[in-house]
């Protein structure tokens, strides 16, 4: 299995800030990796597929990045409702895996 | 609008056989270009994919669960099913449907969900 490691687990930050998230693969995917958003109680939502493509309908301050076996999911300047958990996902191979995730706090 | 939508119980007593539905509405589970999967989360943790199957009847399983898991397409009701046996509380968790591209070349990622299902395990 591919194991997927996101840094930070938690990440505390303002509105405006710009913040990364990092997801390391244990092999290479090439570009197989997505991005979602979670909030409590709800689905995860669909951000980013093919390391840099954006979901319809998801803002433009979302956009991803990285090849190979590290990856980054950048929010350029913080909204009230991006605060909740992200996880990337890849789909070089099955099974499919999630990172553990990471948690935006507000700070 | 694509939906989908869990179904079953909510508890399930340990050593029995937990058993979802999901059923697909504004969309048909028998286009050929996509996988129908199931997902579950444990309260507080993380995600874990469980399966997923096309509507031709392949079927994709995680190794870890595969001696247990067994998921079913029924394309006459637009639904896809899963059943999980000799369940312990490990097994706890908000159950979820998903959809995802069946060749994720051009893209990829599970791009419908259900609201997701709570199945818990107890006596």
């Known amino acids: 299995d591919i194991q997927m490691t996101q840094s930070p687990s938690t990440l505390s930050a303002s509105i405006g800030d710009r913040v990364t998230i990092t997801c390391r693969a244990s092999?290479?995917?090439?570009?197989?990796l997505a991005w979602y958003q979670q909030k409590p109680g709800k689905a995860p939502k669909l951000l980013i597929y093919?390391?840099?493509s954006l979901e319809n309908g998801v803002p433009s301050r979302f956009s991803g990045g990285g090849y190979g076996t590290e990856f980054t999911l950048t929010i350029s300047s913080l909204q009230p409702d991006d605060f909740a958990t992200y996880y990337c996902q890849q789909y070089g191979s099955y099974p499919r895996t999630f990172g553990q995730g990471t948690k935006l706090e507000i700070k | 609008q694509l939906q989908l939508q869990e179904s079953g119980p909510g508890l399930v007593k340990p050593s029995e056989t937990l058993s979802l539905t999901c059923t697909v509405s504004?969309?048909?589970?028998?286009?050929?270009?996509?996988?129908w999967g199931w997902i579950r989360q444990p309260p507080g943790k993380g995600l874990e994919w469980i399966g997923s199957i096309h509507s031709a009847g392949n079927t994709y399983y995680n190794p870890s669960l595969e001696s247990r898991v067994t998921i079913s397409v029924d394309t006459s009701r637009n639904q896809f099913s899963l059943k999980l046996i000799s369940v312990t509380a490990a097994d706890t968790a908000v159950y979820y449907c998903?959809?995802?591209?069946?060749?994720?070349?051009?893209?990829?990622?599970?791009?419908?969900w259900g609201q997701g299902t709570l199945v818990t395990v107890s006596s």
């Open positions: 998903a959809r995802h591209f069946l060749s994720e070349a051009a893209r990829g990622g599970f791009n419908y």
């Open positions: 093919k390391a840099s």
């Open positions: 092999q290479s995917l090439s570009s197989w």
């Open positions: 504004s969309g048909s589970i028998t286009s050929i270009s996509y996988l």
